[in-house]
Antibody, heavy 118, light 110 residues
Framework: QVLLVESGGGVVQPGGSLRLSCAAS????????MHWVRQAPGKGLEWVAF????????SYVDSAKGRFTISRDNSHNTVLLQMDSLTIEDTAVYYC???????????WGQGTLVTVSS | QSALTQPASVSGSPGQSITISCTGS?????????VSWYQHHPDKAPKVIIY???KRPSGVSSRFSGSKSGNTASLTISGLQADDEAHYYC??????????FGGGTKLTVL
């Protein structure tokens, strides 16, 4: 079955950087588009970033543009999220999500908590 | 990329039906038939229950149904059960390769 395991979360100071990793298994990763979605404490879900399986296309929510970089390593079935210039507003649980191919977020990891605090 | 508008909370008794609305604009819900709905229990991963406005993934109960009229999508849950108590989120494709969620609705089963 599909398994998505996030890692890399933790506490970081404002202005700092963090790199999240997601190990994927149980499906054809190299042919699957992937996302990162986050949930700030007490808030709703927010789509953050997208990487297309083929072609290298990437996209971001406006608040992440210029600060976050999504990438993928198809040889290791891994998707990464490099987060720079972090602010308190980036504090959230970050989920790695498999795209179902019909603009649905089909399978989710358990999430990794990022806390930006001084 | 403004969040879609959902009621903060809805409630219903076991066996009843409830409907959660999700209001967007001509740039998202009104243009694309690509609205999905997610059920999120505390401390669990969100689960897709509706995609492409009306379609149910395999294994999702037929008690869950979706619809759309103009800029508003709706999720209806019939025959409410205690386990339906959760947060529900709508999401719409807003193109190109961007998506926006609603603010979420907490469903309480009385």
């Amino acid at each position: 079955q599909v398994l998505l395991v996030e890692s890399g979360g933790g506490v970081v100071q404002p202005g700092g950087s963090l790199r999240l990793s997601c190990a994927a298994s149980g499906f054809n990763f190299r042919r699957t588009n992937m996302h990162w979605v986050r949930q700030a404490p007490g808030k709703g879900l927010e789509w953050v970033a997208f990487t297309r399986a083929i072609g290298g296309e990437r996209s971001y929510v406006d608040s992440a543009k210029g600060r976050f970089t999504i990438s993928r390593d198809n040889s290791h079935n891994t998707v990464l999220l490099q987060m720079d210039s972090l602010t308190i507003e980036d504090t959230a649980v970050y989920y790695c999500v498999q795209d179902g191919g019909n603009h649905q977020f089909e399978s989710w990891g358990q999430g990794t908590l990022v806390t930006v605090s001084s | 990329q403004s969040a879609l508008t959902q009621p903060a909370s809805v409630s219903g008794s076991p066996g009843q039906s409830i409907t959660i609305s999700c209001t967007g604009s001509n740039s998202d819900v009104g243009t694309y038939n690509l609205v999905s709905w997610y059920q999120h229990h505390p401390d669990k991963a969100p689960k897709v229950i509706i995609y492409e406005v009306t379609k149910r993934p395999s294994g999702v109960s037929s008690r869950f149904s979706g619809s759309k009229s103009g800029n508003t999508a709706s999720l209806t849950i019939s025959g409410l059960q205690a386990d339906d108590e959760a947060h529900y989120y709508c999401c719409s494709y807003v193109g190109p390769t961007a998506w926006v969620f609603g603010g979420g609705t907490k469903l309480t089963v009385l």
